[in-house]
């Protein structure tokens, strides 16, 4: 049963639009959510994070929302740049520094 | 900057081999964790540890062992490899202590058991 779940396993977007990835969640006890990057034989590299008790934070072109209520948590990425193109995967932490991740939405940003 | 290394990028290996996948990090961080990455799956929590010859298994941990001989180095066996186990393999580590949340991560070993 997976607890982080990202339902788009694939993005399209024009360069200079908005890029919007969502990830759904089911454990209540999860404090931190993260986003990594990943490029193709690369390792995942760290986004973006933003606590359970704040509902929005922003770095840059990236932002991301988390709806406590709805358990789910979104990134923005804005304006989209052909460099963004790669595997993005939604992370959520429980006690213990574990993370769970989701299954990755990759995302293709057209010049 | 943290640097994760991973000995191999690519492995072929038989059924029935033991393999071992190494990890290191130059960074002094208490967590070291072993995932591997499949489509669609995404990341899945093999093992991970929390300090020198300490282990927890994570998601995932059948057919898998690990060592940490030294703070640095984590290891990953596959006591005798199978068709079912070719993936992409990603080592990460991180600080300890309840603030620390960021996992930093290794390039993967893609490994591949015909």
């Known amino acids: 049963d997976q607890q982080v779940k990202q339902n788009s396993p694939s993005l399209s977007v024009q360069e200079g639009r908005i890029s919007i990835l969502n990830c759904d969640y089911t454990?209540?006890?999860?404090?931190?959510f993260l986003w990594y990057k990943k490029y193709p034989a690369e390792g995942p590299t760290f986004l973006i994070s933003?606590?359970?008790?704040?509902d929005k934070n922003e770095d840059g072109r990236f932002t991301v929302f988390l709806n406590k209520s709805a358990k789910h948590l979104s990134l923005h990425i804005v304006p989209s740049q052909p460099g963004d193109s790669a595997v993005y995967f939604c992370?959520?932490?429980?006690?213990?520094?574990?993370?769970?991740f989701g299954g990755g939405t990759r995302v293709l940003v057209k010049p | 900057d943290v640097k994760v290394t991973q000995s191999s990028r690519y492995l072929v290996k038989r059924t029935g081999e033991k393999v071992f996948l190494e990890c290191v990090q130059d960074m002094d961080h208490e967590n070291m964790f072993w995932y591997r990455q499949d489509p669609g799956l995404g990341l899945r929590l093999i093992y991970f540890?929390?300090?020198?010859?300490?282990?927890e298994k994570g998601d995932i941990p059948e057919g898998y062992s690990v060592s940490r001989e030294k703070k640095e180095r984590f290891s990953l066996i596959l006591e005798s490899a199978s068709t079912n186990q070719t993936s992409m393999y990603l080592c990460?580590?991180?600080?300890?202590?309840?603030?620390?949340?960021?996992?930093?991560f290794g390039p993967g070993t893609r490994l591949t058991v015909t």
């Open positions: 933003i606590s359970s008790i704040k």
């Open positions: 990460a580590s991180s600080l300890g202590g309840a603030d620390s949340y960021e996992q930093y």
């Open positions: 454990n209540s006890m999860f404090d931190y």
């Open positions: 992370a959520a932490r429980t006690a213990g520094n574990k993370l769970t």
């Open positions: 540890s929390y300090d020198v010859k300490m282990k």
